[in-house]
């Protein structure tokens, strides 16, 4: 069973520029969840998708947007980047939406703005 | 305030050493959720352990327990005879659910197990 794809792996941009993320999850799962990760902030949780709605949402300002497709892949979007979003950012799928359901996280995606 | 801390920005042992990572919280809200994740030199979390405020159970999976103590806050993580492969960076979380999930994540604890 082929685990949380997240594409690309890397990426570089500059200040300004806008960027999406794609997150694949394991198949039959239909929430996913993404998250922030930076040394000077940490771990952040940005927000979740179930069943193509946002179901709950971190504390980003809207430059971060997302969405989820029909077939349960998730895309995420950062607007007007600035050299602060440069993060890994994390993608996790999981059965269903909620506490109780355990999330597998993909390998992320290392944002670098320049 | 909400927060999580974990004191010990690294830890290194020798194999076969047992380790104990701290994690301690600040919350007001009763119901509550605690987390273990782990992150390998890989990048990807796995999940260890979820807890809830009203479950005060310790809980132990093979090489490895957690201690929940409601009345000091913690909900520290012990790995037992570590291992090299243990090798990691750990999270300690806080979920609050008082209408929206709300995560609060610790600021990790980098192991290093030496063989």
């Known amino acids: 069973k082929a685990g949380v794809t997240q594409t690309p792996r890397y990426l570089i941009k500059t200040r300004g520029q806008q960027v999406t993320l794609s997150c694949s999850p394991i198949?039959?799962?239909?929430?996913v969840s993404w998250y922030q990760q930076t040394p000077g902030q940490g771990l952040q949780f940005l927000f979740e998708?179930?069943?193509?709605?946002?179901?709950n949402k971190g504390n980003f300002p809207g430059r971060f947007s997302g969405r989820q497709f029909s077939n349960s892949r998730s895309e995420m979007n950062v607007s007007t980047l600035e050299l602060g979003d440069s993060a890994l950012y994390l993608c996790?799928?999981?059965?269903?939406?909620?506490?109780?359901?355990?999330?597998?996280f993909g390998p992320g995606t290392r944002l670098t703005v320049l | 305030a909400q927060k999580v801390t974990q004191a010990q920005t690294e830890i290194s042992v020798v194999e076969k050493e047992d380790v104990t990572l701290d994690c301690v919280y600040e919350t007001r809200d009763t119901t509550y959720y605690l987390f273990w994740y782990k992150q390998p030199p890989s990048g990807e979390l796995v999940f260890l352990i979820r807890r809830n405020s009203f479950d005060e159970q310790n809980e132990i999976s093979g090489r490895y327990s957690w201690n929940f103590q409601k009345s000091t806050s913690s909900f520290n993580f012990t790995i037992t005879a570590s291992q090299v492969v243990d090798s990691a960076v750990y999270f300690c979380a806080l979920i609050l659910a008082s209408g929206t999930y709300k995560y609060i994540f610790g600021t990790g604890t980098r192991l290093k197990v030496l063989a």
């Open positions: 998708y179930f069943s193509e709605t946002q179901r």
């Open positions: 198949s039959g799962h239909r929430s």
């Open positions: 996790a799928s999981s059965l269903a939406s909620g506490i109780y359901v355990e999330q597998f």
